[in-house]
């Protein structure tokens, strides 16, 4: 088997959300952070036949980068054989009940607010959040306008950005902390719902994110 560019960059990517991977047959892959409040999930070209832990994923990552051409053979015998010519690497796995993963899918309740997030637009609030450093994302609904604000909820003399990203006649506060976008940036369609919780759909991959509002999010 070889990993597709793609795979690797979704990997890379969960990798930022949890250090731990758990790969169950098939072409999806999930995985859930240690806080239990971002979930992921990716569908992938690669279809796998059995299912493996990997403890330490940025480390498993880094050695099929060792490859030009990276060649994986899964054997069953509790270890994958990464190989290309006259190198190769067994990689053990890791036994699953030191792997934090998903224990099930989630289920959106309702959308209360729907938008359409824009690659540009994430790009710059992101970028807003860390030249400013500011911990808090809200998202808020003023009964037209949606806009994204970098801020710190803590300080009422925080420095802050924003940015439109659209139209709604709710009014609503979600909070995020800014440490918990971990998305691809990419362009999304966003539902986030009364019961705080937000649905991230990637509109250009097959990824999506479920993203916990903090305590204090007002509808």
Same mark, same amino acid.
Do not use: C
């Given at each position: 088997m070889?990993l ?13 959300i949890?250090q731990n991977?758990?790969i169950?047959p ?6 859930i ?7 992921a999930?990716a569908?992938?070209s690669e ?5 493996f832990g990997i403890?330490d994923?940025p480390?498993f990552?880094r050695?099929v980068?060792l ?5 994986l053979?899964?054997?069953g015998?509790?270890h994958v054989?990464i190989s ?5 690497i067994?990689?053990f796995?890791?036994d699953?009940s ?5 224990s099930?899918?989630i ?10 997030l824009?690659k =540009?637009d994430?790009t710059k609030?992101?970028k807003g959040?860390t030249?400013?450093?500011?911990p ?15 801020t ?5 003399s925080?420095n ?9 006649d709710?009014k609503?506060t979600a909070?995020?902390r800014?440490e918990?976008?971990k998305?691809i940036?990419d362009?999304?369609?966003v ?6 919780i937000s ?7 097959a990824?999506?994110y479920?993203i916990?509002?903090?305590p =204090?999010?007002?509808?």
């Amino acid at each position: 088997m070889n990993l597709s560019n793609d795979t690797i960059s979704v990997l890379k990517n969960f990798s930022d959300i949890n250090q731990n991977l758990l790969i169950k047959p098939g072409n999806k892959v999930q995985t859930i952070s240690t806080m239990k409040n971002i979930l992921a999930e990716a569908e992938v070209s690669e279809n796998f036949e059995s299912e493996f832990g990997i403890y330490d994923l940025p480390e498993f990552l880094r050695s099929v980068e060792l490859f030009e051409k990276p060649e994986l053979a899964f054997n069953g015998s509790g270890h994958v054989k990464i190989s290309q010519a006259s190198q190769s690497i067994k990689y053990f796995f890791a036994d699953k009940s030191v792997i934090v993963s998903p224990s099930k899918g989630i289920n959106m309740p309702d959308k209360h607010v729907t938008f359409t997030l824009k690659k =540009d637009d994430f790009t710059k609030i992101l970028k807003g959040a860390t030249t400013l450093n500011l911990p808090d994302i809200a998202v808020i609904g003023n009964g037209s306008t949606v806009k994204m604000v970098a801020t710190d909820k803590k300080n009422k003399s925080s420095n802050e950005y924003s940015i439109d990203v659209g139209k709604s006649d709710k009014k609503f506060t979600a909070y995020y902390r800014t440490e918990n976008f971990k998305q691809i940036v990419d362009d999304y369609d966003v539902a986030i719902s009364k019961a705080k919780i937000s649905h991230f759909v990637n509109r250009n991959k097959a990824v999506q994110y479920w993203i916990a509002l903090e305590p =204090d999010s007002e509808f």
